[in-house]
């Protein structure tokens, strides 16, 4: 078995996860070559073969030409799995090269398993196992399921040289918004989830945050909504915390919220819901309506 | 100007899932279903744009699925789509993205659509892979997980969301595919008037067998709940109860009560 593995920069500087990707082509027990549009100065500490196209003509983020350089490292390569992070990177390029090849494509792959790859199916509530029918696969792996290999040694670079034209200008990144809140500096984070049900419910989940002396966090669909800012958020989109406590008030479990709290060193949840995958990272489930349990746990503490 | 919006009918995702006969997929008794979550964003930024350009584009939907999935169809007709297509499939849950987006691109390739919005993702698949291959197969550019659009003259320009809360600026010219992000815009709810005018909107049927030429690429080997991995304790009862023993153990296990 053979990989070609597709890792990523940002704003100049190799994102970690591509240890992850190496990471998972070791627990394959595949051969594994690296991918990257970068840099001379900034290469990954890895021993292996790299293929390399300059960031400085291919752009960092440039579909159309990021997908011929891919496919012209398949050509010299010919990986039997060309394997992305399941990342805004990921999952916006991967699609484009499996369609040029022809490939199946697996998205979000959380393990392998009976020759096939494990997904996740209803929002994190269920798993599938996919199989694909062609020679050559895609697949992305979901951020955190693999364990990053330790970085060493330095590359056998080659270079490939940079053709194509694009279709999409990419204008620049544009920075998170300031925050007024610092919720990785917290002890205790209670956050409110989409079960808080409207936005006059807020003042529920925060005089809990207030009773344990903490602050106040949110789901995403509670951002969206507006009820809160986004400087609450917890999340890939949002902060990554990892309190002494988190009390996930109404909040499901998807994989993109666990990413930013499962570090918690105690994680108590409220779900009307026995089967949430909240249930996954709590140390405590308690299956009851929060509107209930919340206003009377916030009673015996104050 | 014409406009293409893609929607898929899921089912709510606190429902109980239960592995349907063969074991591929689920169930589905006891299922209450709805349009995807992130497709509502595609559908409202549709409208809008529309409602930008003084009302002259034509937004058509079109769902892939079986006779249920008028039910979303109607829902976006409601919130202002003007006609719709349901390539009726009862067994789409069998097709790989491949397909799905094989069958879309089939329908859309001699339509001369301006601009096609897609959700990012559906809920319950989760691929993020059927409108980006649309694309790929009409051979028009493309932008994934978008929580800023605007267009002007031919031209769009969208916000990308990356990680951490940083954000991409990508342009493009039509015609293209945007995949649309939660957070993009606020989905209006339909309105009673809205309901009614959308009962006089053309619902076209399409047989899959119509549009569908390629071969699946991947197949569902199972369907099933994750492996537990337990250590969580969970605490069900009365509130009082449920009260008394999370004190004692936030007392016991943290050092945030004293
Ligand atoms: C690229 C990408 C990035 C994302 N980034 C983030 C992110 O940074 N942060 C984030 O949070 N999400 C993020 N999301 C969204 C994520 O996938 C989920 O949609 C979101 O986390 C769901 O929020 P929720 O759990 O509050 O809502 P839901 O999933 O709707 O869950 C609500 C929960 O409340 C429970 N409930 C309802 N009523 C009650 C009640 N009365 N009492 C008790 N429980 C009740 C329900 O059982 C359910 O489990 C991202 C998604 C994508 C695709
Ligand atoms: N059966 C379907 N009918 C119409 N559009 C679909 C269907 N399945 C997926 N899509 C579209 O493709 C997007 C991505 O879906 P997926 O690749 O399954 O995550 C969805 O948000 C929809 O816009």
Known sequence: MKTLLIGEYRDGKLLDSTYELLGFAGQLGAEAALFLVGSDSALPAYGGKLYLAPASEAGEFNPDLHKQLVLDAVKKENPDCIVFIHSSYGWDLAPRVAAALKAAQVSEVVAVKDGGYEVGACNGKMRRLIKPATAQAVITIQAGAFQPVQPGGSPQVEKLAVSASSAIEFLGYEPAEDKAVDLAKAEVIVSAGRGIGKKDNVSVIAALAKALGGELGASRPVVDAEWVTHDHQVGTTGQTVSPKLYVACGISGAIQHLAGMKKSDFILAINKDKDAPIGEVADVLVVADLMQFVPALTAKLT | ?258
């Open chain 2, 1 to 258: 100007m014409k406009i293409l919006v893609c929607i898929k009918q899921v089912p709510d995702m606190e429902s109980r899932f239960k592995p349907d006969a063969a074991g591929v997929w689920f169930a589905e008794t006891d299922l209450a279903f709805r349009m995807n979550e992130y497709d509502e964003y595609a559908v409202e930024q549709a409208v809008r744009l529309k409602e930008q350009l003084g009302d002259a584009p034509e937004v058509t939907v079109l769902s892939i699925g079986p006779d249920r999935v008028v039910e979303a169809i109607k829902k976006s007709l409601a919130m202002g789509c003007d006609r719709a297509v349901h390539v009726q499939d009862p067994a789409v849950h069998l097709k790989d993205p491949w397909q799905i987006a094989s069958i879309i691109a089939a329908y859309a390739k001699d339509q001369g659509f301006d601009l096609i919005f897609t959700g990012m993702q559906s809920q319950d698949r989760g691929s993020a892979q059927v409108g980006v291959t649309v694309a790929e197969h009409l051979g028009i550019p493309c932008a994934t997980t978008l929580v800023g659009f605007a267009y002007d003259n031919g031209t769009v320009t969208a916000k990308r969301e990356l990680e951490g809360g940083v954000k991409g600026v990508v342009r493009m010219k039509t015609p293209a595919l945007v995949t649309c992000q939660l957070g993009l815009n606020t989905p209006r709810y339909p309105t009673l008037p809205n309901i009614m005018k959308a009962k006089k909107k053309e619902i076209a049927a399409i047989p899959v067998a119509d549009l569908l030429t390629v071969e699946s690429l991947a197949v569902t080997a199972s369907f099933h709940s994750p492996a537990k991995k337990g250590g969580g304790i969970v605490i069900e009862g009365e509130i009082a109860d449920q009260v008394t023993r999370v004190i004692s153990l936030l007392k016991e296990k943290t050092a945030v009560l004293r």
